[in-house]
């Protein structure tokens, strides 16, 4: 027992002095990718969601200062405009506006887009930044898992709604925030809600691969109309994502510095918003601002076709 002990307690020793040996480097390798694109985004029109905090809230700040109009929609609009005053305390130049959006209930949704349609001209980039992880299963007011709700079903209807906005404003990209976790994931047609059985980690998955299957279909739904859609892998990044679970907030906390920061997540997002080199390129992943791995199941045109499918008739709309 007692050599168990020392031998625990050396291996502890050792793995934390290389920790501290290598930590600036570990660092530097978790920072990943910088958008270099200093494209200037004058005269141009930005949605995103989720963007009072997190990779959100930072992707909404680089837009702007690159002189973007941004608009945050947030399902909080007091913490929204929280956000946008302290973005519009550091850049005083930059055209930062909150908007009501709860992706967790459809009647939101519509109202968000009806408003929005009658309020701007052109829309150039749309980012699909709002998520939820691992939350207690919880449904939507319209009846869907929350994961496979807000963070797919809630986005998909929202696209549907601005498409022709988009198209009218063509070249327009669209960012999907999705996730590494797409990896782990398969679409369960069978309990697509989890009734059955739920899982908190794989119900995130299963609403990540979704985010990268949407995205695949669109852009071949979209060739020839100038519309391009990337799906995007931030970094694991030290965010209130992990608000949910308190193991992973702890294994978050305790690994902080080997974390990406919410700037540093916001890059891959930023970089497929504006990076000239992707004008044309569709319906592909990114991390680190380069093409990313994806899975075999996130590659399965069979599965993104039967997914589109299902999502129109849950959402009871017809999108071809
Ligand atoms: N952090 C990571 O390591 C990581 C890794 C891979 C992928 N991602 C993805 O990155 C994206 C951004 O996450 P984050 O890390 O920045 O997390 P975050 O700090 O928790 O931000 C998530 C944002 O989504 C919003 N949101 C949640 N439910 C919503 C709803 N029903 N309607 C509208 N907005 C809603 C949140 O609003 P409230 O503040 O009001 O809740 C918040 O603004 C997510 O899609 C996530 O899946 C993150």
Known sequence: GMMLLLLIVAGL?????????????????AAGGVCRSTVSLDGKTVLITGANTGIGKETAMELAVRGARVIMACRDVDKGEEAAASIRAAHPETQVEVRELDLADTCSIRAFAQKFLGEVNHLHI???????????YTKTIDGFEMHIGVNHLGHFLLTSLLIGLLKRSAPARIVVVSSLAHNFGWIRFHDLHSQGSYNSGLAYCQSKLANVLFTRELARRLKGTDVTVNSVHPGTVNSDLTRHSTLMTIFFTVFAT??????????????????????????????????AFVAPQGRSEETARRLWDVSC????????
């Open 258 to 291: 080997f974390l990406k920061t919410p700037r540093e997540g916001a890059q891959t997002s930023l970089y497929c918003a504006v990076a000239d080199e992707l004008h044309s390129v569709s319906g592909k992943h990114f991390s680190d601002c380069a093409p």
């Open 13 to 29: 020793g050792v793995v934390t002095l290389l920790v501290i040996l290598f930590a600036p480097h570990i660092r530097k390798y």
């Open 313 to 320: 008739e849950l959402l009871g709309i017809e999108w071809d």
């Open 126 to 136: 749309l980012i699909h930044n709002a998520g939820v992880m691992m939350c207690p």
